[in-house]
């Protein structure tokens, strides 16, 4: 079943006199329980295509059908009721709230959905056990390692049980073993079905994903199945 499909989008950026042509023509389908990576350098295009996948954004010109929606020509109000329900963001900088512990941070996209107290303490605590954390639900995010506050924005990025786990650049501020820990977690999510994008320019860390896609100047390079899946342990 397919969860992404793209064809033949193009998004430009008009600066002016300027125009930038970020994506030219792409054209690409995941299905549900892919874990696929997009690597390409600096400026081929990978925030523009994950900000369309993720429906942040919509294309200039072709189509995009989420999870059996066209999403392409909708309306902010409309693409942000799909994104909330369809989408799992997870951020090189983690994006957690400073004052909350990391049960509120998991429990936040529970109240947009409209769920009541005890289910949003339910369903963020079973969340955090996801994600192996049960045991610092009342921790602040500056009481926690950077790997385990990357962990809490997983446990959010999946509360409300997402079609599509995305992740930009997932790693980007830890280290390299702490990087491992995550890309471990992603293994084991993978393992459970769970539908990965992740966005990276790091080699290493793309090597993990069971496909990628190379990007360059805003088209697809290549799009392979990764024959040599590095396991984090
Ligand atoms: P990425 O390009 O890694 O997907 P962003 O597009 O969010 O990340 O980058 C944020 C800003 O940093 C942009 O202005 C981008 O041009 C710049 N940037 C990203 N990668 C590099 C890099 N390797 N060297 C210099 N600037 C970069
Ligand atoms: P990447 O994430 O691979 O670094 P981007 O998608 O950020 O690539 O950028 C692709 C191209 O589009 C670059 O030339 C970048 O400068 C341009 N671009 C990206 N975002 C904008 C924007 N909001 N306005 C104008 N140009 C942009």
Same mark, same amino acid.
Request: with cysteine; aromatic share 6%.
């Given at each position: 079943m397919k969860i992404i499909e793209t064809s033949h989008i193009s998004r430009r950026y008009v600066m002016g006199e300027e125009v930038i042509q970020a994506l030219k023509d792409v054209s690409i389908s995941v299905s549900k329980g892919e874990y696929v990576a997009f690597m390409g350098p600096s400026g081929s295009g990978k925030s523009t295509l994950m900000n369309i996948i993720g429906c942040l954004d919509t294309p200039s010109t072709g189509k995009y059908i989420l999870n059996n929606q066209d999403? %392409?020509?909708? %309306?902010e109000n409309e693409l942000a009721t799909v994104r909330n329900k369809e989408i799992g963001f997870v951020f090189q900088t983690f994006? =957690? =709230? $400073?004052?909350? %512990?990391s049960l509120e941070n998991v429990a936040l996209p529970l109240i947009y959905a409209g769920y009541n107290k005890a289910d949003r303490i339910e369903k963020a605590m079973l969340a955090l056990k996801g994600v192996g954390l049960e045991n610092r639900a009342g921790h602040k995010p500056n009481e926690l390692s950077g790997g385990q506050r990357q962990r809490v924005a997983i446990a959010r990025a999946l509360v409300n049980d997402p079609s599509i786990l995305l992740a930009d650049e $997932?790693?980007?501020? =830890?280290d390299s073993k702490t990087s491992y820990e995550i890309m471990d977690l992603f293994d084991q999510l993978y393992s459970k079905g769970n539908t990965i994008v992740m966005v990276t320019h790091e080699d290493d860390i793309a090597q993990y994903a069971h496909r990628i896609v190379r990007l360059r100047d805003g088209l697809v390079e290549s799009d392979k199945v990764n024959l040599n899946v590095k396991k984090a342990k």
């Amino acid at each position: 079943m397919k969860i992404i499909e793209t064809s033949h989008i193009s998004r430009r950026y008009v600066m002016g006199e300027e125009v930038i042509q970020a994506l030219k023509d792409v054209s690409i389908s995941v299905s549900k329980g892919e874990y696929v990576a997009f690597m390409g350098p600096s400026g081929s295009g990978k925030s523009t295509l994950m900000n369309i996948i993720g429906c942040l954004d919509t294309p200039s010109t072709g189509k995009y059908i989420l999870n059996n929606q066209d999403v %392409s020509e909708m %309306s902010e109000n409309e693409l942000a009721t799909v994104r909330n329900k369809e989408i799992g963001f997870v951020f090189q900088t983690f994006n =957690l =709230l $400073p004052r909350q %512990s990391s049960l509120e941070n998991v429990a936040l996209p529970l109240i947009y959905a409209g769920y009541n107290k005890a289910d949003r303490i339910e369903k963020a605590m079973l969340a955090l056990k996801g994600v192996g954390l049960e045991n610092r639900a009342g921790h602040k995010p500056n009481e926690l390692s950077g790997g385990q506050r990357q962990r809490v924005a997983i446990a959010r990025a999946l509360v409300n049980d997402p079609s599509i786990l995305l992740a930009d650049e $997932p790693t980007g501020n =830890l280290d390299s073993k702490t990087s491992y820990e995550i890309m471990d977690l992603f293994d084991q999510l993978y393992s459970k079905g769970n539908t990965i994008v992740m966005v990276t320019h790091e080699d290493d860390i793309a090597q993990y994903a069971h496909r990628i896609v190379r990007l360059r100047d805003g088209l697809v390079e290549s799009d392979k199945v990764n024959l040599n899946v590095k396991k984090a342990k």
